[in-house]
């Protein structure tokens, strides 16, 4: 998938989590739904939610992350990780979510900001799980894994996708400001 098609995807993720921890009404969390729009902490959770989408293509010199990431992408691949592989996988993930969290102790980031980094880093799993190779959840197993969708990178499939999401987030946007009402919609549900 293409980085910005990852981007919006990690945007619509963090949106749409935040919705859920609303209903659960999550006190740690709640000041990010219920507090003002210009709060800052809800921009950076924001803004990490799409770095973090970026990441796992790290496994690839030619990809946003990796070029931008390129002191990271080439030693990766010298010690022989391959594009869709650790980095795209449950391990991976978890090797992410250890280190990202070392940044909280030298308070270079906040809480707040490493759940915007894990949920952009899901959400880039998760949204290439809809292309056509899959990938290794399992990892260091080879099987891969994916939806039953069959979207290839730069296809009709990935800009009718991108469309879709896109409007998704404008309907998640106007709706939070009330403009357009779903709980009839959900109480029908
Ligand atoms: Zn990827």
Known sequence: MTYHTHSLFGFVFAVIIVKLLALFDI?????????????ADLWKFYTAAIIASLLPDIDHANSKAGKTLWFISKP?????????????????????ALLSKELIKYNWINRIIWYGLLIGYISHILSDMLNVHGIPLFYPN??????????????????????????????????????????GLLDFL
């Not at 006190?27 to 709060?39: A, C, H, P, T, V």
């Not at 998704?168 to 400001?177: C, H």
């Open 142 to 183: 080879d099987k891969k894994f994916k939806f039953n969708t069959n979207i290839t990178t730069g296809s009709w499939g990935e800009h009718i996708l991108f469309v879709v999401i896109f409007a998704t987030v404008v309907l998640l946007i106007v709706s939070e400001r009330g403009y357009l009402n779903f709980n």
């Open 27 to 39: 006190k740690d969390l709640s000041y990010l739904i219920k507090g003002s729009i210009l709060n």
């Open 76 to 96: 990766l691949k010298w010690f022989g990780i391959k594009h869709r592989g650790l980095t795209h996988s449950i391990l991976g993930f978890i090797l992410f």
